[in-house]
């Protein structure tokens, strides 16, 4: 089995900054891609950025410019790095990985368990 956990989210004023960590365990052969995805209240989980094992990003429109999507592939971890926090970045932020498991050959999706980002204006 394979477990992923978040931690970083809390609540910040506007202009603010937080990091977000991601870290993945268990029976795991290798993470091909991994990234954020959030859900505000009442509406439909988007996504925010991605990052392939080689280290290439995508990011939503709404925080090019003002967050950063890394990772750490020796320690299974992927980060977001939030600057110039606003409002709208309100949302419940789920980390997301393709991991194939050892002694298998398909990467199956794993979804971590959420962490709360409160931006106040």
């Known amino acids: 089995q394979v477990q992923l956990v978040e931690s970083g989210g809390g609540l910040v004023q506007a202009g603010g900054s937080l990091r977000l960590s991601c870290a993945a365990s268990?029976?795991?052969?290798?993470?091909?891609?991994m990234g954020w995805y959030r859900q505000a209240p009442g509406k439909q989980r988007e996504l925010v950025a991605t990052?392939?094992?080689?280290?290439?990003?995508n990011y939503a429109d709404s925080v090019k410019g003002r967050f950063t999507i890394s990772r750490d592939n020796a320690k299974n971890t992927v980060y977001l790095q939030m600057n110039s926090l606003k409002p709208d970045d309100t949302a419940v932020y789920y980390c997301?990985?393709?991991?194939?498991?050892?002694?298998?050959?398909?990467?199956?999706?794993?979804w971590g368990q959420g962490t709360q980002v409160t931006v106040s204006s």
């Open positions: 997301n990985a393709a991991v194939v498991r050892t002694g298998t050959i398909w990467a199956v999706e794993y």
């Open positions: 268990g029976s795991i052969f290798r993470i091909n891609a």
């Open positions: 990052i392939t094992s080689g280290g290439s990003t």
